[in-house]
């Protein structure tokens, strides 16, 4: 149905980052996230079914007290969500790594004393990152 259904936080579903980023994939795909209690028959019975976290990201789930989920695959949804989720890690792990690189080339610059060269390259790194956060300076 486009919905995504997930349990309210509480102390025993954390805010974790990759729940949240996930949120934020489902919104951009049109999903519509709905927090609230859900019935072990009802996740029975869902399209698709998968549990987040740092380490599994999204981990599709096939099987739930012995039902089969959906045809017994993971399901498309979970497919996309992964994907999705993994596609924007690496973007931005790339933008923090050419971050990184500026951030080290200034430091060299400025302790050469050639501030005005470091002042004229950061402008042109900015124009050419769109202005990123550069986090290492």
Partial sequence: DGKLITRQLSNEVLPGVTRMSIFDVARDLGMVIEERAFTVQEAQHADALFLTSASAIVQGIVRLDDVQIANGSVGLVTHKLRKTYLERSVDEAKRIAISFYICRIATE??????????????RA?????SCASFLCC
């Fill in 109 to 122: 610059f400025l302790s050469a004393g050639l501030g005005g060269v470091i002042r004229a390259f950061w």
């Fill in 125 to 129: 790194a900015c124009v050419m990152q």
